[in-house]
């Protein structure tokens, strides 16, 4: 093993600090701290606008911030040396590939410039993903083009993968194939994924870390494990008097039948049945939710 990957087998891969990112006189990233190790792999969650495309831009170095810090492997983000963007793949949500080439000379080009270039992964791909390589880019379909972005961002290995919503325009078929890519890329320990989408079933199968952003916040950053674990719904026979309710501390959510109800809790831990079971409440079960019900709750966006 070479110095350099023994050093991103152990510290830190992406950091953050009080980030913030204003544009146009408006607040669009506030108090963003976080951190990002070799084996994470982040899905990061948000509702349109919220400001993800932003964050992950501005992570990778691509606008300044106007507070705080971001640095990868140690380099702030915006004076990365050409080794350290050597490390990284990146799908933007837009694609940004010239029109005029063919996949061919892309592949020409960035195999002179990428050291790790895996050649034998595009080979495997490209049919795979049924693309051509003959064909000129602004032929290609949005979903092609899509996952064109991909191949080129996997080719040439890099520690830190990022994907603005990289299966936004892929076909189920596609979406499998892309996930399944994913899974095997990250089963090597340094490697770090840091991707958004609102196919947030697809998420759940392969991250173990969640951002929400929520306003430009991040008002969630937990592995997989501990959301499910602290995020549930709780079912119960009795009644509870509303004053109860609002004593609920994390309540997200509740609603009642003929002989009892449901409440969707926040920061569960089963030190707290005892405190439903002095309300008087009775037969409580305790449930785990999707990733998707979570994030609908947290979001307030769950109705009765
Ligand atoms: N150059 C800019 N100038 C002013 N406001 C901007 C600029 N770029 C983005 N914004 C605003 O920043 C906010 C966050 O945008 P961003 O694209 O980061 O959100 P997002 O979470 O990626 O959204 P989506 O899920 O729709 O892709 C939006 O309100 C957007 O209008």
């Not at 495309?53 to 983000?77: K, M, P």
């Not at 609920?248 to 969707?264: A, N, P, T, Y």
């Not at 089963?270 to 405190?275: H, K, N, S, V």
């Amino acid at each position: 093993m070479s110095a350099d990957q023994e050093k991103s087998m152990t510290g830190t891969t992406l950091q953050a600090s009080q980030l913030q990112r204003m544009l146009s006189g408006q607040t669009i990233l506030q108090d963003i701290s976080l951190t990002v190790a070799p084996g994470d792999v982040v899905g990061l969650l948000g509702k349109n606008g919220s400001g993800k495309t932003t964050l992950l831009e501005t992570l990778l170095g691509f606008g300044f911030a106007s507070f705080g810090n971001c640095s990868v492997w140690g380099e702030e983000s915006t004076k990365m040396s050409s080794d350290c963007k050597q490390r990284i793949g990146y799908v933007p949500q837009r694609d940004e590939l010239p029109g005029e080439m063919t996949a061919k000379q892309l592949f020409h080009l960035y195999r002179q410039l990428r050291p790790r270039w895996d050649g034998d992964m595009v080979e495997r791909l490209m049919p795979a993903w049924e693309l051509s390589e003959t064909k000129r880019i602004r032929r290609m379909s949005e979903g092609q083009k899509q996952k064109l972005a991909i191949v080129l961002a996997l080719a040439h290995q890099p520690e830190l993968l990022v994907l603005d919503e990289p299966v936004a325009s892929l076909d189920p078929i596609a979406r499998r194939q892309f996930f399944q890519q994913l899974m095997d890329y990250a089963c090597s320990d340094n490697r770090a994924i840091i991707f958004s989408s609102h196919i947030v079933s697809d998420m759940e199968r392969i991250v173990n870390r969640i951002w929400c952003l929520q306003g430009g916040q991040l008002s969630c950053d937990r592995t997989l494990d501990d959301l499910y674990e602290s995020v549930v719904r709780v079912s119960y026979k009795g009644e509870l008097a509303q004053a109860q309710k609002v004593a609920i501390e994390g309540l997200l959510h509740s609603e009642e039948d003929r002989v009892g109800g449901q409440l969707i809790l926040n920061n569960w831990s089963q030190g707290r049945l005892i405190a439903l079971q002095n309300c008087g409440l009775e037969n409580i079960t305790v449930s785990g939710l999707s990733l998707e019900e979570i994030f609908l709750y947290l979001h307030g966006a769950k109705h009765e």
